[in-house]
């Protein structure tokens, strides 16, 4: 019985999540079409980056969602915090959905389509935070990897919904079609289902650990207390950093790669993407637990060295043999790497970050992470093609990432701050 109620909190929280990642993914996988709607031009690059800018700007407010919702969080519960940012989501995932092109509105149409982002991303900074920290006070101590997993798991269910809908809406309608409204069917699924999903996490349970604190902290306090860790959370950041930048390179980015430098169709583009959350969805719960079996650090500096050795040579051999199948055997090796990676790391921080401003520390180390360089990944390897001439040159911030992760691994290794928690 005890098992029962346990999974039950579990999909609670994480349907939410998936609700809520899948609305702010969207926009990345429909960049081509929303490009079209929005972000009219005589040039198909320059009509493709503001659309990709405007992409990444949603997660420029990540940050400042992870300090307000994030101590609002630490503050008054994890319950009560993940109640208001299921509910910030919707209203700019509506005010997507609903906002009619540039032809119709003029300049007001990508000015409302930038604030549904803005909207998204203070939503989504506290977000992942809340629900990784509230999977991680319900976890049996020697089991908080395999739990925390389902955190970035749910998000993966996330991608296949919205690439599914990509492979199926490409393969019913027209391509003038898509272009007018088949890109809006995703985010209006997504109000759709806002409600249902607001009216179960309305039964989600505070957590013991939260109840039994004899003191939360304040809004001073929780300032306080964040300003005085700050270089702890600043170097959580770059922990985070090889996590985001390899998660939207092969799931928001994937079919605009597969689309204008491996050639293939926009429907075989949304299936590699949909395979790619699938193998994500089946990878991180095992990686969770492989972690918890034999520490986190060990995960973290073998996968993130994989990348740095194995990134530049996989996207090179991709580049010259572009098909179908090359495309899905080096994404799904990105996969591995990715789950790895991610299924130690999640958890990983939630034990490095002190208990008293968990939330805040939690989302404003992987919001700066995510800002900063994840987000804008799509754009950064667009740019990088363009200005570089090499396909398989985003590979190269893939790499920079990896080395970055590894390095900072390797100091909080040296300072005593992985593993000690768990062991």
């Known amino acids: ?6 999974w039950f909190k579990i999909f609670n929280v994480t349907s939410g999540n998936f ?49 307000v919702l994030g101590g609002f969080i630490d503050k008054y519960g994890r319950k009560r915090g993940l109640l208001v940012t299921l509910g910030l989501m919707a209203f700019g995932t509506f005010t997507i959905a609903f906002t009619p092109d540039y032809s119709q509105i003029g300049v007001a149409a990508p000015l409302l389509i930038l604030l ?24 049996p101590v020697r089991h908080k990897g395999f739990y925390v997993s389902w955190q970035s798991a749910s998000q993966q269910l996330a991608v296949v919904c919205g690439a599914l809908f990509g492979f199926v809406l490409n393969e019913i309608l027209s391509i ?21 999903v607001f009216f179960m996490r309305s039964y989600l349970q505070e957590t013991e650990s939260f109840k039994q604190a004899k003191h939360h902290p304040n809004i001073h306090e929780i300032i306080k207390s964040t300003l005085a860790n700050f270089p702890l959370i600043a170097g959580c950041s770059m922990m985070v950093m090889l996590t985001t930048v390899s998660f939207y390179m ?27 959350g699938l193998a ?24 993130s060295s994989l990348f740095i050795l194995t990134a530049y040579p996989m996207l090179n051999w991709l580049v010259h043999n572009s098909t179908f199948n090359h495309m899905l055997v080096v994404e799904l090796w990105f996969s591995l790497l990715y789950a790895g990676y991610n299924g130690a790391m999640v958890v ?35 740019n990088l093609i363009h200005f570089t001439d090499n396909p398989a040159s985003p590979a190269l911030w893939l790499t920079i990432a990896g080395a970055c992760s590894l390095i900072t691994v390797l100091i909080l290794s040296k300072k005593k701050l992985l593993d000690t928690h768990r062991l």
Not at 129 to 136: D, F, I, P, R, T
């Open 1 to 6: 019985m005890k098992t029962q109620r346990q």
């Open 19 to 67: 609700f809520e990642m899948f609305d702010f993914m969207v926009f990345g996988m429909f960049a081509h079409m929303i490009a079209k709607s929005f972000f009219p031009s005589s040039s198909p690059y320059l009509s493709l980056m503001l659309s990709f800018v405007t992409f990444g700007t949603g997660f420029l407010m990540r940050p400042i969602g992870a300090l």
């Open 116 to 139: 549904g982002r803005l909207i998204q991303g203070f939503s989504a900074g506290a977000e992942l935070g809340g629900v990784s920290v509230y999977l991680s006070e319900i976890a």
């Open 176 to 196: 003038e079609q898509m272009a007018s409204f088949g890109w809006r069917i995703p985010f209006i699924f997504g109000c759709l289902v806002i409600p249902v």
């Open 250 to 276: 092969i799931t928001a980015y994937t079919p605009t790669y597969a689309k204008d430098v491996i050639h293939l169709s926009s429907a075989k583009a949304f299936f590699i993407t949909m395979c790619i």
């Open 280 to 303: 994500n969805f089946i990878f991180l719960p095992l990686m969770g637990a492989l972690s918890d079996k034999i520490g986190r650090k060990k995960l973290l500096i073998i996968f």
């Open 348 to 382: 990983a921080l939630t034990e490095i970050v002190p208990a008293n401003i968990r939330s805040i520390s939690f989302s404003f180390a992987y919001s700066i992470a995510t800002a900063i360089y994840g987000g804008f990944t799509p754009a950064i390897a667009t």
